[in-house]
């Protein structure tokens, strides 16, 4: 239904299609999934969501955490990481998600295929900008969002 230029939908089923939805897999690491208790749980559930977006056609990306080396970390990134890493200086801090190490790449249940794309986020930078500006419902699911995705987009400190 159209109204004053706004496509309204009447079923759930006109809102999330496979031509206006995109599914987020957020940081489904390896480094990230062996920190939780039930990191294989999740892992699995988002496996079957992943396999039904597949078939559905839908838009996928994944996001991956990425560690900066410590030369180019800033202040704020070294605050955050001995927060998470409960170290009391930034001497103790170890960049743990630095591209191409085994704790960077994603769990091999949910490995991208041809056809979707990977972001790689900073610490503290949530998934936002032009890959995601193109659909309308935004589906995401992974590791953790309430704590660095959901926060930074309602406003709110983490």
């Known amino acids: 239904m159209d109204f004053y230029g706004l496509s309204i939908p009447k079923s759930l ?7 206006n939805t995109a599914l987020v897999i957020y940081d489904m690491q390896v480094g990230i999934v062996r ?3 039930n990191g294989q749980e999740i892992t699995s559930r988002v496996a079957r969501v992943l396999e039904a977006a597949r ?3 839908v838009r996928t990306f994944f996001t991956r955490h990425m560690s ?3 030369p180019l970390m800033g202040a704020f990134q070294y605050r955050t990481a001995m927060a998470w890493q409960h170290v009391d200086s930034p001497e103790k801090v170890n960049p743990m998600f630095l591209r191409d ?3 960077f ?3 091999p249940e949910l490995q991208p295929q041809p056809g979707m794309s990977e972001v790689f986020i900073r610490l503290v930078e949530a998934p936002s900008g032009q890959p995601f500006r193109m659909t309308r419902p935004l589906l995401m699911l992974g590791t953790a969002p309430h704590r660095c ?3 930074l987009k309602l406003g709110r400190k983490g």
Do not use: C, D, H, N
């Open 55 to 57: 078939r559905a056609g």
């Open 101 to 103: 190490t085994p704790a």
């Open 13 to 19: 089923e006109e809102l999330v299609s496979p031509r």
């Open 35 to 37: 920190q939780i208790a």
């Open 105 to 107: 790449q994603i769990v």
């Open 149 to 151: 995705v959901l926060p």
């Open 68 to 70: 900066l080396p410590e």
